[in-house]
Nanobody
């Protein structure tokens, strides 16, 4: 059973950086496509970035491209989201999700497994 645990969120000044991590406390993540979603208060959950199980395919939302980078380390059963040049509009709860395919995790419902989320707060 995959259990996802996010970490690395916190308070950051606009223009700063954070690195979010998502690890599995259960099964390995190596076979799963992974994605990061975020949800701000009063807004719908949105896809931030996704990566195939092998890591060969990635997708980043237009709003974060060139600022955020998703990566994974299957040997550590972990995925990461490096967030640079953070803006106030990036403030949200960030969730990771694991799914059976790259296409699945990019859909609005995400994958089959979700973490509890980590809060990113941005001060301008």
């Amino acid at each position: 059973q995959v259990r996802l645990v996010e970490s690395g969120g916190g308070w950051v000044q606009a223009g700063g950086s954070l690195r979010l991590s998502c690890e599995s406390s259960g099964g390995t993540l190596a076979a799963y496509a992974m994605a990061w979603f975020r949800q701000a208060p009063g807004k719908e959950r949105e896809l931030v970035a996704a990566m195939s199980a092998s890591g060969r395919m990635t997708d980043h939302a237009d709003s974060v491209r060139d600022r955020f980078t998703m990566s994974r380390d299957n040997s550590k059963s972990a995925v990461y989201l490096q967030m640079n040049k953070i803006q106030p509009e990036d403030a949200a709860v960030y969730y990771c999700t694991a799914g059976s395919s790259f296409a699945d995790v990019r859909r609005s419902r995400g994958g089959d497994y979700w973490g509890q989320g980590t809060q990113v707060t941005v001060s301008s």
